[in-house]
């Protein structure tokens, strides 16, 4: 007797990542059902909040065959590669706080990551029980001024302020570690028990409470995404041009340089150290973004060694 060459078609369905801890995914089907998926290979461009198709294997657990378009990705990355924090979000809440001290140049890296992904950035001030809030808020005038919303909120107290910026809108919360995004989701969705530092952080920096991203839903047009605390933000994905493009402030005086390829760093003729010395550009801002150009440059000069 022949046996049949012919596979049985493999059966796809439809489902969401909502929850990514390192090679490991959680997918939610339609039916809600949730299945622990692994990718195929060394697969490893699968972020939280991509709707993807699985092959399901009848327990729990499955395996993600493919990634269906995506909206929008937010992502970081160094030389070497990408690192994926969110896909299909409509906007990233930048989380900071007055304690544990909160970094310019990472709120800068965001806000540039964001632009180049063309997801609206919003900076979200916590903790403002703390007497340290009215510096911090003031601090943040510079983001303000760019045309960046900012709001203010204590997790601790009431989280009233962020829902109406929340309504309707995928977000993912980013920022440093003990910011309190993981406080900020679980006040908004209660059955998720995240885990958050347990006790003050003071004057430390942070613990990683956090390590894999999570996404909530907060009704049914709402989504939130919880993610890992930032150390770094590379922007190894982002060349020259569009590292300046990233700048919203530099874009009336992109192209008026005396040379075409100014880096804007020591060049004579250019239009965006002028306008940094008229103070129309902050000092804060264009360090960032000369790190970044040296960052760029560094990795060029290393792949030619
Ligand atoms: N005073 C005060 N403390 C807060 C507030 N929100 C959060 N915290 C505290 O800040 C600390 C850090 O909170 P988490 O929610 O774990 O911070 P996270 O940003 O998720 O940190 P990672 O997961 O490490 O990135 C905890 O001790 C929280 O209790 C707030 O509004 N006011
Ligand atoms: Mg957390
Ligand atoms: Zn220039």
Redesign the pocket.
């Known amino acids: 007797m022949r046996t049949s060459k012919v596979r049985a078609a493999i059966e796809l369905l439809p489902g969401q990542v909502i929850a990514s801890f390192g090679r490991t995914y959680r997918v939610e089907l339609a039916n809600g059902l949730q299945v622990e998926c692994a990718t195929r290979g060394k697969r490893s461009d699968v972020a939280c909040g991509d709707r993807v198709q699985i092959q399901h294997s009848g327990d729990n657990s499955g395996v993600i065959d493919s990634i269906l378009p995506r909206v929008s990705l937010l992502y970081r990355s160094d030389a070497h590669r990408q690192k994926l924090i969110a896909a299909n979000v409509t906007q990233v809440l930048i989380?900071v706080a007055p304690i544990p001290s909160f970094y310019d140049d990472l709120i800068s890296r965001c806000l540039a990551a964001c632009e180049h992904a063309n997801i609206r950035a919003r900076i979200l001030l916590?903790?403002t029980?703390?007497a340290e809030a009215s510096l911090a808020s003031a601090a943040l005038d510079i983001y303000r001024q760019l045309g960046y919303s900012v709001l203010s909120l204590?997790?601790?107290q009431s989280i009233a302020a962020l829902q109406e910026a929340l309504q309707n809108e995928v977000s993912v919360l980013v920022?440093q570690?003990?910011?309190?995004?993981?406080?900020i989701v679980n006040q908004l969705a209660p059955e998720a028990r995240l885990r958050?530092?347990e006790?003050?952080?003071a004057l430390d920096s942070?613990?990683?409470?956090?390590t894999g991203a999570r996404l909530l839903h907060i009704n049914e047009a709402t989504d939130l995404i919880d993610s890992?605390?930032l150390q770094s933000f590379g922007l190894h994905h982002l060349d020259q041009q569009e590292t300046a493009h990233a700048f919203v402030e530099f874009r009336p005086w992109l192209g008026q340089c005396r040379f075409r390829d100014c880096t804007h760093r020591t060049e004579p003729g250019c239009a965006i150290q002028a306008a940094c010395l008229e103070q129309k550009i902050s000092t804060v801002r264009i360090q960032s973004y000369r790190t970044l150009i040296e960052e760029l440059l560094r990795a060029k000069a290393h792949r030619f060694d």
């Open positions: 989380v916590n903790k029980d703390l204590s997790a601790k920022g570690s003990g910011m309190g995004k993981s406080t958050v530092a006790t003050s952080l942070g613990r990683h409470t956090t890992p605390g």
